[in-house]
């Protein structure tokens, strides 16, 4: 079985323009997260899905937002890139998005640069 | 506020000898611990969590972690370290009433041969 898809893997933007990250969680799975890990650091809570409706929401500026599809994948957008952005943006996908009763499930992520 | 503190950034252990990664917990209600892996160019793995059936969790890969109360702490041990240990770790915290893990800045381990 395929694990959690992300794509792309690598992207390079420059300050001001606008990303689109996307992300397959595995078959069955209706709970998607999105995680921001700046280079030396652990990864950051930025939203969580849940049958399609947002069901947490991390501190990050409004220029972040998301989706999830009837499919159950995501997208993850982030308007006007600062070169702060730049980071390994991960997705994780679960049954029901409870990591406290259930595994998550990562992807290898995508490399955003913002030059 | 939930947080975990992880000292040391890097550790560096010979092949075959004892792995100790260190975690600190603070949380105003009962926590759930984590312990993730992240190879190279890949996204993080479950090693074992806590859920406070039992204080002494064991993970994949010959890796345990004891809760201690009294410490507020989450170490990750395992006796002998391999080649193939090498790799960022990460400690995590949920309270369980929330859908999202806080992380730790992680640890290095490197294993020299």
């Known amino acids: 079985d395929a694990g959690v898809t992300q794509s792309p893997t690598h992207l390079i933007k420059t300050r001001g323009q606008h990303v689109t990250l996307r992300c397959s969680p595995i078959?069955?799975?209706?709970?998607v997260s999105w995680y921001q890990q700046v280079l030396g650091q652990g990864p950051q809570f930025i939203f969580q899905?849940?049958?399609?409706?947002?069901?947490g929401r991390g501190n990050f500026p409004d220029r972040f937002s998301a989706r999830q599809f009837p499919n159950y994948s995501s997208e993850l957008n982030v308007n006007a890139l600062l070169l702060g952005d730049s980071a390994l943006y991960l997705c994780?996908?679960?049954?029901?998005?409870?990591?406290?009763?259930?595994?998550?499930?990562f992807g290898s992520g995508t490399q955003l640069s913002v030059l | 506020a939930q947080s975990v503190t992880q000292l040391g950034s890097h550790v560096s252990v010979s092949e075959g000898a004892l792995v100790l990664l260190r975690c600190n917990y603070s949380s105003s209600v009962p926590p759930y611990l984590f312990w993730y892996v992240q190879y190279p160019n890949q996204g993080l793995q479950l090693l074992l969590k806590y859920t406070s059936a039992a204080t002494l969790v064991k993970g994949i890969n010959g890796f345990e972690a004891e809760f201690k109360k009294s410490e507020t702490s989450f170490h990750l041990t395992k006796p002998s370290a391999h080649m193939s240990d090498a790799a960022e770790y990460f400690c995590a915290v949920s309270d369980g009433n929330t859908d999202k893990l806080i992380f730790g800045t992680g640890t290095r381990l490197q294993v020299f041969p």
């Open positions: 078959s069955g799975h209706k709970s």
């Open positions: 899905y849940y049958e399609k409706e947002e069901r």
């Open positions: 994780a996908s679960s049954l029901a998005g409870f990591p406290t009763n259930e595994k998550l499930f």
